[in-house]
């Protein structure tokens, strides 16, 4: 990715989605994870303090080795094993039908393929296992459409290929799984064509 990509834009990603707006959104996400979880685009893990007690174990998949850095602090001092599982989403170096659970926070935007990597989760899960996600997405609002088109190629420069306008619910979707739960919102203090949130919970059909 270059300098840029490989060594500002973790640390830029890092300061933008650990501000405190995004808080109730990871204590909702995380709420119900159990077991084995695998966790893709774990960033420099600010899900950590949101774990709960009936998290086992969590395979970190992150690409970057600075975000895996920045990290170091909170691995640490997780109650929770945390090891770095892969770097890649779309093709996860773990077994058929090996993990209880699955998260997604803020991840699906960047991606290259999200439907190849959410058919790479839904194959590591268990029969019954369940995708945790929150993303930002495509917003409800043609108006607000319309800026997230004109924005969306400077937003992939700018912070590593994120995309603001994916249909974060039809691709969960596409890859095989039922969404169960979902609350779609605006999140409170960000601008509308980046804060267009899918918060829920999805199974294997």
């Not at 640490?76 to 993990?99: A, K």
């Not at 029969?127 to 609002?141: C, I, K, M, N």
């Not at 319309?146 to 603001?164: D, E, K, T, V, Y």
């Not at 919102?185 to 804060?195: C, D, H, L, S």
Request: proline share 7%.
């Amino acid at each position: 990715m270059g300098f840029y990509g490989d060594h500002v834009v973790p640390r830029i990603i890092n300061f933008a989605c650990g501000m405190k707006m995004g808080d109730p959104q990871r204590r909702r996400v995380c709420a119900g994870l159990a077991g084995d979880v695998v966790e893709i685009g774990f960033g420099s893990g600010l899900n950590i303090p949101f774990y709960p007690a009936s998290v086992n174990s969590v395979a970190a998949i992150e690409p970057a080795d600075v975000a895996w850095k920045l990290a170091q602090k909170r691995v640490q001092s997780s109650p929770v094993p945390i090891r770095r599982s892969g770097l890649d989403g779309q093709s996860l170096p773990l077994d058929d039908d090996s993990f209880d659970s699955a998260l997604t926070t803020w991840t699906l935007c960047t991606i290259p393929d999200p439907v190849t990597a959410l058919k790479e989760v839904r194959r590591v899960l268990k029969p019954g296992g369940r995708l945790h996600f929150v993303e930002h997405g495509l917003a409800p609002d043609e108006n607000v459409q319309r800026w997230q088109h004109r924005l969306n190629p400077m937003q992939q420069r700018l912070f590593g290929g994120c995309n603001l306008n994916r249909q974060i619910v039809s691709l969960v979707q596409e890859a095989g799984f039922s969404v169960d739960e979902l609350d779609q919102f605006y999140e409170n203090g960000a601008p509308k064509a980046m804060g267009a949130l899918s918060l829920g919970t999805a199974v294997a059909r």
